[in-house]
């Protein structure tokens, strides 16, 4: 994200830019409701000058003397009574129009938003703290700010035909208070739009504060860190650290709102001197006999009417104006460049038939970062498997993010049968692998449903889902929930008093998600590459050998690629790389290996002790 992405100041041309964008929204969003709510803008601007004039004609003609009878007085009477109603039934209507809008806005921003995220095909924009700031601030801006920034040009374009109507009714009265009153009213713009400025800055200064404040209330009340939160008594630690950053942002609001407050009140002061002067000049002219009521009674409209529009369009303004500032962040990201480059033709992924090949691969995740992998090649023949060991952070799941494309390699490259991965499209090559990550997701659906997603075209097919479901040894446990396959497995969307109710959600055990998260995988059927990131870390022994047994017979045709700490799972692979700090420093099959003096074969011997001391303990006992 360049320095200039990340400003707020927003120049003119910008901020024209950006109004145009708004508006153009605001009109895909629902062009019906937009020309109503322009319409009844419009009419809601004149009324306050056409009631004004009305009441100052009827006062005039009611005061003795002029007298106000009969039919003659019918026309202007009902003529007040038309305006006084639609100025009290018009504010409704425009809200209904305003509130279709507004959801229209929602759906259309939501498309746009989502969908450019959606975008990213890799992982390291997701990574960065700045551009997650910049994704949190464009969520806020992108629903509220069209809405705002419509409404308020709107309501800019109310108050401005309410201000100019009714100077025209003042200047009739007194030119010389119409002049004050607006000249009075320009200070007060001036402030206000410097103010919205250090509030759309404020915002953005104060957002990793945000970010760190929202880590600390989910950690309290995130079912998962709850465990390690109550037995390490983190919960006075965690809202210490949470007060801090909100301390610390709430001192930063406070400083601006007494900025604010300092420099609005001299104006509002110099607003109410100039109405009550004006008051008691007119009055007194009045009593000369220089004004008539009816006069008076429009200077009190029009003097409260005009300041009232105008502190109304000052506000409505720089709310537009701040609401300008962080639609940038919107407008930006939905415009951001791709993460990973994909080329404008890109080859189309062939069947594997060959195999994959790591030609001196380096990599690393940010250019400070240290290299996790430094120099790493090794080929993958078509239809058979390997299996990646090492200690942790040797860099053994980040050959699984590459292998993916979630990242592109430093140097060196990866080729699918000798073809570039970044030749290929992305979504294609993800299309031909079937993968299970060792951080899995534990999806808020059904259980059917968490299976049927490896597979989206198939994810209704009851047999494929079973059938994925038996392979990875949860078939049982799925029948034996209380809906079986359509049992949800979640809490959260649970409705009050649903506890224990049919219907209501179930959760699993952390073996038992595992062995879904493996169904999911399975039901990728014909893929051409099965990845397996320790996939049965958390399985008990029994489920882990005939989970193994079954992937086994499942990967027979295809390449496959296992990493797990579990040595004697991955014994039976065609090939084993051993990993070290990034480098392979051992590879070949599981009898060569560990007939020698290397990492392997110490490792290996070290897990199988712990066995063998394990089996002599509870022989003894
Ligand atoms: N997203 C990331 N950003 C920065 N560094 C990362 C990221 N993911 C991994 N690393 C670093 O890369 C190194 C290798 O991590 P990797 O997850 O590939 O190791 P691993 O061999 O799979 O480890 P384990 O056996 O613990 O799963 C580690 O030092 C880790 O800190």
């Given at each position: 994200m360049t320095p200039h992405a990340l400003d707020t100041s927003g120049g003119r041309r910008d901020l024209i830019r950006r109004t145009v964008e708004a508006m153009a929204l605001t009109w895909r969003a629902g062009p019906g409701s937009c020309l109503a709510f322009l319409l009844l803008t419009i009419a809601q601007g004149l009324l306050p000058a056409g009631i004004t004039l009305c009441t100052m004609k009827v006062l005039d003609r009611i005061a003795p003397g002029e007298g106000l009878h009969g039919p003659a007085a019918l026309p202007l009477v009902a003529t007040l009574g038309v305006l006084t109603t639609l100025y009290a039934l018009l504010p409704g209507v425009s809200d209904y129009a305003r509130s279709r809008l507004q959801r229209g806005i929602i759906l259309l921003v939501q498309d746009q938003l989502y969908g450019a995220v959606n975008r990213f095909i890799g992982l390291s924009r997701f990574e960065s703290p700045a551009f997650l700031d910049r994704m949190r601030l464009a969520q806020d801006a992108a629903f509220s700010a069209p809405d705002r920034i419509t409404m308020s040009l709107f309501a800019v374009v109310q108050q401005f035909l309410t201000v100019v109507s009714l100077i025209a009714v003042l200047a009739t009265v007194s030119p010389l208070m119409t002049v004050i009153t607006v000249v009075a009213a320009l200070p007060a713009l001036a402030v206000e739009l410097s103010l919205s400025r250090e509030r759309a800055r404020l915002m953005y200064s104060i957002s990793p504060r945000n970010r760190r404040q929202l880590f600390y209330q989910r950690m309290l009340l995130d079912l998962t860190a709850i465990k390690e939160v109550r037995l390490f008594g983190l919960g006075g630690f965690l809202l210490g650290r949470m007060h801090h950053e909100t301390r610390h942002i709430n001192a930063a609001e406070e400083r601006l709102d007494r900025r604010t407050l300092v420099r609005q009140g001299p104006l509002c002061a110099l607003g109410a001197v100039i109405a009550a002067g004006g008051l008691a000049w007119m009055i007194t002219g009045a009593l000369r006999g220089e004004h008539t009521v009816g006069e008076v009674s429009a200077f009190i409209a029009t003097v409260s009417g005009v300041q009232g529009a105008l502190t109304a369009t000052i506000l409505q303004g720089t709310g537009a104006y701040q609401a300008l500032l962080l639609l940038g962040h919107y407008t930006d990201l939905t415009r951001t460049e791709p993460d990973l480059p994909v080329p404008s033709a890109p080859l189309s992924t062939p069947k594997l038939s060959q195999g994959i090949e790591f030609d001196d691969v380096w990599f690393r995740y940010g250019e400070a970062a240290p290299w996790v992998l430094r120099g790493v090649s090794f080929t993958l023949p078509h239809g058979s498997s390997l299996a990646l060991v090492g200690l942790n952070g040797a860099g053994k799941s980040t050959v699984v993010k590459l292998l993916c494309r979630l990242y592109d390699p430093i140097r060196g490259a990866i080729r699918w049968d000798g073809v570039d991965l970044r030749d290929l499209d992305p979504a294609e090559l993800r299309d031909r692998i079937s993968a299970v990550f060792q951080d899995y997701v534990e999806y808020d659906f059904s259980a059917a449903d968490n299976i049927g997603i490896g597979d989206l075209a198939h994810r209704t097919e009851m047999d494929r889902v079973m059938a994925a479901a038996r392979r990875a040894e949860v078939h049982d446990v799925v029948t034996a929930l209380p809906q079986g396959y359509g049992t949800l497995l979640s809490r959260i969307f649970d409705e009050p008093g649903d506890e224990g109710a049919e219907g209501a959600g179930m959760t699993l055990s952390g073996g038992q998600w595992q062995r879904l998260a493996l169904a999911r995988a399975m039901m990728r059927e014909g893929r051409d590459l099965l990845i397996l990131d320790?996939?049965?870390?958390?399985?008990?022994p029994e489920a882990e050998q005939r989970v193994h047994r079954q992937l086994s017979a499942y990967r027979e045709d295809a390449t496959s690629l296992l990493i797990s700490h579990r040595l004697g799972t991955v014994r039976r692979a065609d090939r084993i790389v051993v990993l070290a700090e990034g480098r392979i420093i051992e590879s070949g099959r599981h009898a060569e290996l560990v007939q020698g003096s290397g990492t392997y074969a110490r490792l290996f011997r070290l897990q199988a002790s712990g066995y063998t001391e394990r089996a002599e303990t509870e022989g003894r006992c």
């Open positions: 320790e996939p049965s870390a958390g399985l008990d």
